[in-house]
Every structure is written in C-alpha cells, then in structure tokens.
C-alpha cells in the first residue's frame, strides 16, 4: 500500500515568510512523529501524536514552531517567521498502533528539504 | 532522562570485511532497540530490532546484540558489500514510554571496494 508522503517536497522561503509542511501517514497508523534532520546530523525530534492529541511537544524547539493533526490522518508543522537555522529536511514518521511492548517500526516519509534564505 | 551514545560517527571498511557499531544507553529498564538505516537521500527504514529479553537476534549478513549489563547493543555487518554503505542510527525506547525513541547521532559506514 502507500507509504507516508509529504509535501512540499522542497521548499525555499524567505526569512520571515510562515511555511506549512504536510503529512499524510500511512491509513491506519495512529502513532504520528515530526523530527528535523540537519546536513549530516541525527534525528531530532520534534513532536508525536496519538491520534489528534499531542501528549508531547517538548522537542518543539521554540513557539515559532507548532503542529497540528485533524481526523487522525493528515498534519501539518508550522513554522512561524523562519530563521536560516531552521533552514532543514523535515521528517515525517508513523505508526502502527502499539502491541505489547507499546511500540512499532516507524515508517518515514521523504522528508520535505526546507531552505530559508 | 535515557542518554544514547553512539561509535563511531565514521566507519570505513574494506569491501567483504565486517563492520560493527556500538550504541550505550544509560537507563537500564529500556527495553526496545531498533536500528535505522538511511541511504544518501533517501528515509531511515528498520532494518533489525531486539527486545531487552532477548541477547542476539540475526537476519542473514545482520545482526545484532544486546548487554543489559553493560548497557549496550551493537549492530553487526558481516561479508560487507557496497550497497552497505549508509548511515546507520539506533535508538532506545526509555521505560515508562509507550512511543518514543531516543536516537544516537548515527554511524557513517562507508564500504571501500
């Protein structure tokens, strides 16, 4: 079946400028997660949801940042007033609901390339 | 909170050889370890996991152990070939927590042919 897609796939903004990235897990997967990666960096993770609640956003790194998930399908992250330092691929991740051990493979997305100039 | 560090940050080997990397966490009820593989410009996908109440689990030239005691699990590449070649993550889940994972900063393997 389909695998998580996200759009845009590349995004070139302003500084300044608002951007929006989109979601779209695999159907049926209730387990949702937005990370950053930085050129030739790790996985930093940003936010999960369980369904359309957030039970944790503390890798958000400021209130610039902000996430939303609607019919426990699509998200979308939103950056306010982008910086160069947010300037990132944006990986989208999701999952099966939890088994035993509460956890299941994450499926990532393409990531969308955003670059702020 | 769970702390992950992982070694090398660069791995280069010889085209056939093994490669081995190695990830210590600092909480000892964590009980889940997945390793990640991401190619140049492409997403991280699982490519093996283990479970705390297992030692060793192999899938073909993979495969992975874990030391509850010492608090590490180290991922394995036997006869290594150049499709090989990526950077490859773990990641603990902490107890108390029933999705997130704690990365390590991830190995850049490198197969030299």
């Known amino acids: 079946g389909a695998g998580v897609s996200q759009s845009p796939s590349n995004k070139v903004t302003e500084k300044g400028k608002d951007v929006e990235l989109r979601c779209d897990p695999i159907?049926?997967?209730?387990?949702l997660y937005w990370y950053r990666q930085s050129l030739g960096q790790g996985l930093e993770f940003l936010i999960y949801?369980?369904?359309?609640?957030?039970?944790?956003k503390s890798g958000l790194p400021s209130d610039r940042f902000s996430a939303e998930r609607t019919g426990g399908s699509v998200s979308t992250l939103t950056i306010q007033r982008t910086q160069q330092e947010d300037s990132a691929v944006y990986l989208c991740a999701s999952s099966a609901p939890g088994g035993g051990s509460g956890v299941r493979e994450q499926y990532f997305g393409p990531g969308t390339r955003l670059t702020v100039t | 909170g769970e702390n992950v560090e992982q070694h090398p940050s660069t791995l280069s080997v010889q085209e056939g050889d093994s490669a081995v990397i190695k990830c210590t966490y600092s909480d000892s009820a964590s009980n889940y370890f997945p390793w990640y593989k991401q190619e140049l410009g492409k997403r991280p996908q699982l490519i093996i996991d283990i479970r705390s109440n297992v030692g060793e689990k192999k899938d073909q030239r993979i495969a992975v152990t874990l030391n509850k005691t010492a608090k590490h699990f180290s991922l394995h590449i036997t006869e290594t070939q150049p499709e090989d070649s990526a950077v490859y993550f773990c990641a603990v889940k902490p107890t108390g927590s029933n999705y997130q994972l704690i990365w390590g900063a991830g190995t850049k393997l490198i197969i030299k042919p």
């Open positions: 949801f369980q369904g359309n609640s957030a039970p944790d």
């Open positions: 159907s049926g997967h209730t387990a």
